[in-house]
DNA sequence: GCCCAGGCTTAAA
DNA sequence: TTTAAGCATGGG
């Protein structure tokens, strides 16, 4: 089975690269930039914390609005444990209207940063040298952190190996006949797990593409099957439909 | 107007 | 243990 999936989960992976090209995920703001670009992930503390915060924000949202939050937030030069410490969690609910469910992402963003200064201090950097299991299992136990932005602050944030699953993933899988359709979060990943290297730079490009390929072609109501790299693999290719 | 968007928590069945 | 409701803005 993990050899089916190995030579399968590859194949995809190798045609949506070569139709999409690299995504350059996890978008970053530059040092002086003003707003989150797709340039190939965090390379400083400040963008990671970025990332982290992003994965809280575009929870069930648009990354537009996620990313409008980030740029609310850096242009009034909060992206540091110290400020995001202090800011009111009113006033920081505020800022990050644009993204949605801004009262409870507040609370999300003001619980994450106090773990990290309660249990890191002066050297919360050192939270993303946690070891990938560690630090998902850390992660899982706040309030308002779920498997998919775990795995998101792991692979991303910190640029360590952990699959990212999210519903495009269980619905692109599931058209293609290789998941049920409710198919739990830890049983996808794991098969994703088996199948491929633990590679962060893999893992991080396959999400990306994924993602992009549900957004772009392989929609919720109408999928664009013609054309589409992945049509001959597909279970349901022409299939019109609904949902699913 | 309805549906969807890079989920998660809490409470009810 | 599975299912539903609630959270909320913004674009198509």
Redesign the pocket.
């Known amino acids: 089975m993990a050899g089916k999936d190995s030579r399968e989960f590859r194949e995809i992976y190798e045609r949506l690269l070569v139709f999409y090209g690299p995504r350059g ?3 970053v703001t530059r040092e002086g930039g003003s707003r989150p670009e ?1 340039c190939g992930g965090p390379v400083n503390h400040s963008q990671r914390l970025e ?1 982290a915060l ?3 924000l ?11 939050a980030l740029e609310n937030l850096i242009s009034r030069k909060l992206m540091n444990l110290q400020s995001l410490l202090e800011i009111p969690e009113t006033e920081l ?1 505020s800022l990050i ?10 609370r ?1 963003i003001k619980t994450f940063i106090k773990f990290l200064a309660e249990r890191y201090g002066q050297s919360w950097q050192r939270f993303f040298s946690e070891p990938a299991d560690r630090m998902r299992e850390l992660l ?1 136990e ?11 602050i792991v692979l ?1 944030a910190a640029g360590q190996a952990s699959f ?1 699953i ?3 993933t269980k ?1 692109l899988f599931y058209r293609l006949g290789h998941s049920p359709l ?1 198919i ?2 830890e049983s996808l990943k794991r098969r994703f797990e088996k199948a491929l290297p633990a590679e962060s730079a893999l893992y991080g490009e396959y ?2 593409l994924i ?1 992009t390929h ?2 772009e072609r392989c ?3 109408k999928p664009a099957c013609t054309g589409c790299p992945l049509s001959d693999l597909c279970a349901r290719r022409g299939v019109v439909s ?2 699913d």
């Open positions: 995920w996890w978008p797709y990332v992003g994965a809280l575009t929870q069930n949202t648009s990354w537009r609005g996620a990313g409008k609910a209207r644009p993204s949605g469910y801004f009262n409870q992402k507040a999300k899982l706040l309030n308002g952190i779920g498997p998919e932005t775990a795995d998101s991303y990212v999210d519903n495009y619905r409710g739990p979060y999400h990306a993602v549900c957004k929609t919720s109501r609904g949902k």
